[in-house]
């Protein structure tokens, strides 16, 4: 699994504004300049882009795993984020980063925890899935406020 970290361009947000429970709703400048993780995960064939928060908080919550802990010496609470993965299968909107734009204590920190972090989501997007699948996901804490919510045709359910 390689390791690909990216912005996704202005120009994605402001074309998918409809999309609901997304970061940073309507300032499309934030939201293109946000570091994103891009994972792939193989279960359906889409590009999974999970972005780096500076205030995730706790991973671990009492009804589930919400992300990762990436901090760093200054955002001691920074992490990925699984409930604001977006699927983005269109290279158009990805803008590589073509140097580190993170601490390299983060960039360390992500790269060892890689698998852990692939399995992670996979569990999360495995568990979203199955609750669309029960009509459940607007009504379960782990997953209510999911901007997966925008994706649910593209999983096969």
Partial sequence: MELVLCYIKENYFK??????KILDPGDTTKQSK????????????NQYYIPLRNKLGDAVRKFGRIGHSVPSSKR???GLDYRYALIINDSKYIELQTELRIPNSQYRCIKNDLDSIVKEF?????????AVKKNRNEKEPLYRESSLINFVDYFDI
């Fill in 122 to 130: 996979e569990v999360y997007l495995r568990g979203y899935i199955k």
């Fill in 76 to 78: 001691k609470n920074a």
């Fill in 34 to 45: 946000r570091t994103h993780l891009c994972i792939k995960v193989e279960i359906d064939n």
């Fill in 15 to 20: 074309e998918h504004s409809d999309y609901q």
